[in-house]
């Protein structure tokens, strides 16, 4: 994954159990600033090792840490270096997602070597999205949740996310959701 994600990791730990823990976990795993550079691709298996022993350290499972930081995430990129490319991404629900394909353009272009996943808005209806996540990494189920469920609070919608169909390298989203007001 990217060092993005890691810097997000490592500032979700902060934010909820203090810059010891994440220093422990650092140790733990022997990683350092080296494994933080936010343009930088690193193997898939140590961002899962972080997951995981962020995951013990905040007493959750590894879906139920990967839901939460897909949900922090969102916050994350909307405060940092790419909250301008999401505050011209979508200004609802809808179409923030219609358009996550052409958010990860742009972030590709600036990480070359980056396999981002991609979205399809299949079915779209008043309070109803079908989105289809494809990605060649297996796992992030929970993740993608958390990341549709931000989004919701993002533009501060109500409703309810459930999965229709799990492919090999795919996931269909049945979003039925109220706006805001």
């Known amino acids: 994954m990217y060092g993005m994600i890691h810097r997000a990791m490592?500032?979700?730990?902060?934010?909820?159990?203090?810059?010891?823990?994440?220093?422990?976990?650092?140790?733990?795993?022997?990683?350092?600033?080296?494994?933080?550079?936010?343009?930088?691709?690193?193997d898939d298996a140590l961002t899962m090792q972080i997951v995981a022993e962020a995951a013990a350290r905040l007493n959750l499972s590894v879906e139920q840490c990967l839901f939460a930081f897909g949900q922090y995430w969102v916050r994350f990129a909307g405060q940092g270096s790419l909250s301008s490319i999401m505050k011209f991404t979508g200004q609802n629900l809808a179409s923030f997602i219609s358009n996550l394909?052409?958010?990860?353009?742009?972030?590709?272009?600036a990480m070359p070597g980056a396999r981002l996943p991609s979205f399809a808005t299949l079915e779209n209806a008043p309070g109803?999205?079908?989105?289809?996540?494809?990605s060649d990494r297996a796992g992030l189920e929970s993740f993608v949740l958390g990341l549709l469920q931000g989004l919701m609070d993002r533009f501060q919608a109500r409703g309810d996310i459930e999965v229709l169909h799990r492919g090999e390298k795919s996931i269909l989203f049945d979003i039925r959701y109220q706006d805001r007001g």
């Open 10 to 42: 490592r500032q979700m730990v902060h934010e909820e159990l203090g810059e010891e823990a994440w220093l422990a976990l650092e140790q733990k795993l022997a990683i350092g600033p080296t494994e933080l550079l936010t343009g930088m691709v690193y």
């Open 101 to 109: 394909d052409r958010l990860h353009l742009a972030v590709g272009a």
């Open 128 to 134: 109803h999205l079908v989105v289809e996540y494809r």
